[in-house]
């Protein structure tokens, strides 16, 4: 029997047993890697649910995953105990929105790590071949792990389509906007002007390169005088993320909003959205960005450990939760190794 991490309903993570369901065809068993600790699992933790997808019993979050293959997949040109990762979108590939090329989209998808679908917060789990990512044999079960969030990074800065040295103010500098920093940087972004309540946060966006950090969306407006910039992304977990995002803007500005609110509202007074004209996009999850990601890490363009703040074994996973819902200083990303090893050689 192993064991996993199980959410059973707001503020209530524990360690169970977990009986490994037999694998269905087409899928192959992971030994998990390390598995990361999202924002989205913290909603559960902290909601009990996102919105309409509420958990409804007990089950294992996790999406941000890597794994060592327990057999051979020549088909991929892998041999047993290579390190993959995993993209944990499984879109149906067949409605409209999958022919569109935009699988993140798909409404008959089976996210793994979303309920009723079980994550990888676990020692073994069962994944379609299909959704393998082959990975440089030389990256660490973080990198593996990492590959998601900075997915969505990219995803969100394709969305926003920053032009060569345009300026950039950014709400939030948790793991994903700390990612979507550093992608702003790799393609050419100008000046990136950031705030987060945090001081780490802060210290870190400044560190990744953010020209300034500031604890609220009102500096943003005093290093502007008031006017604002062209380009905002939103990477909070605020229902304020919104409406700050709104006033860090310029009039006619874009605003491309990733996070996910607590209390799945927003706060917004309307007026300071229609009045100054704003294009507003939601980004959600990420399209086919993996190769790009890989690319990112593989070349040293973005420092995916440098978000990476604490680990944690799979026996730690509930406090790894509760300190993080806390918003306990220090603490960015989270990894959880169930395997006790934070690398393999
Ligand atoms: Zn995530
Ligand atoms: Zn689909």
Redesign the pocket.
Known sequence: MSRAVFLYAAGDARVAPFNLREGAPGETLLDVAAV?L????LHYYKDGGIGAASIVEPFVPG??FGGWLTEDLPELGLARGALVAVD?NHACGHCEHCHAGHPNLCPNVAFIGAPPHHGAMTERIWVPKSLIVPVPQDFTPTDAVML??LG?AIHAVDLAKPKLLERVALIGCGP?GLLILQVLKSVGAGEILACDPLPHRRALALKLGATRAGASVDDIAEWTQGEGLPLVIEATNAPEGFRDAVRAARIGGRVVLVGIPDGDTYVLPASEARRRGLSIKFSRRMGHVYPRAIELVALGKVDVNAVVSHRFSLEEGPDAFRRLAVNEPGMVKSIIYPSGQSARG
Do not use: A, F, K, T
């Open positions: 990361g999202c924002g989205s699992d999406h941000e944990p998601e969030p969505v994903i």
